[in-house]
T-cell receptor
């Protein structure tokens, strides 16, 4: 049972480059989300989706795009990387957003130089 | 809007000692609350959750937390720390009010627990 799979594990980008962080889950969860984790700031919600074809912004959406064409996949796109986007990114999914626990991937560590 | 405050970014205990990690929340409606644990280089894992049933919630690995509405607290405890408990712990609150924020999870800043032999 794979759960939530994120790729890549590590990535280094130059300022201005674009890339896509991949996230896939095999639990048939409707709710998926992306967080970034920075020291002393906990996890902050970037974007989330309550089902295929439906996405919405979280707390820190600027500089990121998402789409949800299937239940399983929820990629996060960085349009033009900036040093401020250096962070650890986590994808998570759950059956419902309110009282079901989130299942997290192992994260992608991104450095923008 | 709901928020979560974890008191103490670092907590250090000796092996066998009581673990107490503090979490206070603010919410306009009765919340659902979670504690998650993160081991190095891993994602977060659920420790326990409060969803308006019993106020004393038992979780995995011997941890428990008590929901106290009068104190707006949801502190995490374990009677006897083990070396394997060393990790970062996050308290989180789910927004249950109306509008587009329904179901959104807000995390505290995290508390790093160190366990000394």
């Amino acid at each position: 049972n794979a759960g939530v799979t994120q790729t890549p594990k590590f990535q280094v980008l130059k300022t201005g480059q674009s890339m896509t962080l991949q996230c896939a889950q095999d639990m048939n969860h409707e709710y998926m989300s992306w967080y970034r984790q920075d020291p002393g700031m906990g996890l902050r919600l970037i974007h989330y989706s309550v089902g295929a074809g439906i996405t919405d912004q979280g707390e820190v959406p600027n500089g990121y795009n998402v789409s949800r064409s299937t239940t399983e996949d929820f990629p996060l796109r960085l349009l033009s990387a900036a040093p401020s986007q250096t962070s650890v990114y986590f994808c998570a999914s759950s059956r419902s957003p309110a009282n079901s626990p989130l299942h997290f991937g192992n994260g992608t560590r991104l450095t923008v130089t | 809007a709901q928020s979560v405050t974890q008191l103490g970014s670092h907590v250090s205990v000796s092996e066998g000692a009581l673990v107490l990690l503090r979490c206070n929340y603010s919410s306009s409606v009765p919340p659902y609350l979670f504690w998650y644990v993160q081991y190095p280089n891993q994602g977060l894992q659920l420790l326990l959750k409060y969803t308006s049933a019993a106020t004393l919630v038992k979780g995995i690995n011997g941890f428990e937390a008590e929901f106290k509405k009068s104190e707006t607290s949801f502190h995490l405890t374990k009677p006897s720390a083990h070396m394997s408990d060393a990790a970062e712990y996050f308290c989180a609150v789910v927004h249950l009010g109306g509008g587009t924020s329904y179901g959104k999870l807000t995390f505290g800043q995290g508390t790093i627990l160190t366990v000394h032999p």
